[in-house]
């Protein structure tokens, strides 16, 4: 499935000892383009019983997303809106080829729900959980690199390629197939920057909510890779806060790696020094991971950072020469 | 959650980490008990939840009971950054032939815990980082494997070339990584931790914090908060699924998601407005967390108008608008409220608003313009 193009043209070029030519180049474009997630995700839900669970699970399977099957340990058996439930991960992904995972489980139940997710070889885990204790999430991210699966989150609204398949909790309505490729460490804010961006005429390959937490899944420097290495991505937005160094280090690797416009927007520009904004990451403390430093990060490589969120779309719009 | 250093001491105690004495004190008198008990120079220290309390001088070395009565005078009531000192730690002052700082902390980029050791200890660790970065030898502990005999052994090396002394911070760096793990801990610190006339390796100052998150399967260490007036108001807040932060503006905040809590913030102070709290309600919505805000709200007199910005997702915006419709059918609200809703369930949300003829406006840029509008006139 989900697999970012860069690897699938190595995989190619690797088969054949040739340079792509042309004609692989049109087998590529032919492929599915957009990150991570797209028609080919076959999608199981872990904790689907639940009220959230339940509730997400039908607003993607709404939006179209290939919902395949769902994980309540003691409700194997079952049905939520036509989808089988399993008591395992694994009893799911034998019986119905499931791909990916996403979690609704309580905060306490997640770092094992993650690694079971991982135990059972889907190729992406997304959870949702808010509040998971930092240590289970260091087992958990462990974990899952010796695996070789993808994490994201938690403590995020996942994911979304429009028009292809929605991965999380977003509300699917505001987003509009196109090459805009968006990252964001905070949820609801993610929702606001794609409806100025939609409204603005500006679709979107796919939107990712990295989440707010310490420790996290995938971060900006592998999305900033997938973005640059997906054809369907023409400019990127990243939207970070205050706390951490993250948007330093996203900042160089951008002048390193990344040749597709950026463009930035650091909520917590206004935030008081030592308090936690609800984000764990987002504590602001010794002088480091403050909005104006990672402003300044971001100016320095060339990549303009909106004081307003409303400024992102025309932001874009100069990137990509549009009018 | 932050805790005291005497805190602090009491678990590294527990977990057989060598520590100086040390007695707490909440009067005059007791300090000069305490001083004739130790009948020998000990430091009479602040106990306050903020750095720096050296440089504020909440941190003086007595010769004799005379001298430590004299700084507890001084110290008790201090203000430092804010904080009043309540509690005094009167400690043995031992001789010291030189300092190091040992720490553990969450590394986000290695997604690890990180174990920190330097040879400059007794300074603001942060000094040293910025300016002497080579200074400090950062580990990160594979957490399958923890700290092993080798990779204690491997940091102590960086610091001592004496074997006894090598022993004894293997042991302490082996008890830390457990206190760490098995307490939920953010950050601990030992600075400094020194050698003694005697040769000894001991602690002489310590640093907890503790991971919010996981503080529902740590009572005991739960137990040990001292939240400060704010910081109640701020827990009673989490008690009811809200994350607030008050702050010394006028518009009060209420919005799902703490990056758009942010971003909401940022756009009244863009205006020239000043927000009146951080609110977030959080991911998962309930009627009630809506009452339970505007209630968080109202009670802080300085808020001159409610800004309310929701953009669901996991959060619907009717039960926000239902949340809202019932805490207003039940409470005495007479200051205006600016309403922002969209995203999941928002037609719902705004009909519901609407029938209450309450009024509502379609951006953020307009909620915080209207806001500061409103808190201007009631000025």
């Known amino acids: 499935m989900v697999r970012n193009n860069s690897d699938y043209i190595d995989q190619i070029t690797q088969l054949t000892y040739e340079p792509i030519n042309d004609n692989l180049k049109k087998l590529i474009n032919q492929t599915n383009m957009s990150i991570l997630v797209n028609k080919n995700t076959r999608l199981l839900v872990q904790g689907i019983t639940g009220r959230d669970g339940s509730f997400h699970t039908s607003k993607m399977k709404e939006y179209g997303t290939n919902i395949v099957a769902g994980v309540s340990p003691g409700k194997g058996g079952q049905t939520v809106d036509g989808i089988p439930v399993f008591n395992s991960v694994e009893d799911a992904v034998k019986a119905t080829g499931a791909n990916t995972s996403i979690i609704f489980v309580p905060a306490p139940l997640a770092g094992d729900a993650i690694m079971e997710a991982g135990d059972a070889g889907v190729e992406l885990v997304i959870c949702i959980s808010e509040g998971v204790p930092t240590l289970d999430m260091v087992k958990a991210t462990t974990y899952l690199k010796k695996k070789g699966v993808k994490l994201i989150g938690a403590n995020c609204p996942g994911l979304i390629t429009p028009d292809e398949a929605l991965v999380g909790i977003l509300p699917g309505n505001i987003f509009k197939k196109g090459n805009v490729g968006l990252m964001s460490r905070s949820g609801t804010l993610t929702y606001l920057m794609v409806s100025l961006l939609t409204q603005n005429g500006l679709g979107q390959s796919t939107c990712v909510g990295i989440g707010g937490d310490p420790v996290a899944g995938l971060y900006y420097l592998e999305l900033l890779q997938m973005f640059q290495d997906d054809p369907e991505t023409e400019a990127i937005v990243l939207i970070g806060e205050i706390g951490g160094d993250a948007e330093e280090r996203a900042a160089q690797y951008i002048k390193e790696h990344v040749t597709k416009p950026v463009v930035a927007f650091i909520a917590g520009q206004s935030a008081p020094p030592g308090k936690r904004m609800g984000h764990a990451g987002a504590i602001i403390s010794s002088g480091s991971g403050t909005a104006e430093e990672k402003i300044a990060a971001f100016e320095a490589v060339g990549v303009p950072v909106a004081r307003l969120p409303i400024e992102i779309p025309l932001l874009i719009k100069k990137a990509l020469n549009i009018n | ?379």
């Open chain 2, 1 to 379: 959650m932050k805790i005291h250093e005497y805190q602090a001491r009491k678990l590294f105690r527990q977990y057989a980490i060598p520590v100086t004495d040390d007695i707490l004190c909440q009067t005059v008198t007791e300090v000069e008990k305490a001083a004739r008990d130790f009948n020998r120079m000990v430091v009479i220290k602040a106990q306050v939840l903020v750095g720096g309390r050296g440089k504020a001088g909440g941190v003086k070395l007595a010769k004799n009971v005379e001298e430590a009565v004299d700084a507890a005078k001084k110290i008790f009531g201090m203000d430092i950054k804010g904080c009043t000192v309540e509690k005094i730690l009167v400690a043995d002052a031992v001789e010291i032939q030189k300092e190091y700082y040992v720490g553990l902390t969450i590394d986000r980029n290695t997604k690890s815990v990180l174990f920190m050791a330097s040879s400059e200890g007794g300074v603001e660790i942060e000094e040293v980082a910025k300016e002497n970065p080579e200074a400090i030898y950062k580990i990160p502990i594979d957490p399958d494997l923890g700290m092993t005999d080798f990779l204690a052994r491997k940091i102590a090396f960086k610091l001592f070339t004496d074997m006894n002394l090598v022993k004894q911070a293997v042991d302490i760096f082996k008890k830390l990584y457990k206190q760490f793990i098995e307490t939920d801990a953010s950050l601990l610190e030992i600075n400094p931790l020194v050698i003694t006339d005697g040769g000894k390796l001991i602690a002489i100052d310590g640093k907890i914090n503790f991971d919010d998150n996981a503080l529902y399967r740590q009572p005991a260490i739960e137990a040990l908060n001292e939240p400060t007036e704010d910081e109640r108001k701020e827990l009673k807040a989490k008690e009811s699924g809200l994350t607030y932060i008050r702050l010394d503006g006028n518009i009060g905040c209420m919005v799902n998601g703490a990056g758009l809590a942010m971003a909401s913030m940022d756009v009244i102070k863009h205006y020239g407005g000043n927000p009146a709290n951080f609110l977030d309600i959080g991911g998962s919505s309930n009627p009630q967390k809506v009452i339970d805000a505007m209630n968080l709200l109202l009670s802080d007199k300085n808020v001159k108008v409610i800004m309310i910005n929701i953009f669901g997702g996991i959060t619907r915006c009717d039960d926000v608008a239902r949340g809202l419709v019932s805490a207003l059918d039940v409470m005495k609200v007479d200051i205006p409220i600016v309403i922002r809703l969209s995203g999941t369930n928002a037609e719902e949300g705004l009909r519901i608003i609407n029938d209450y003829n309450l009024p509502t406006v379609n951006s953020l840029s307009e909620a915080a313009q209207e806001a500061i509008r409103l808190a201007s006139q009631v000025n």
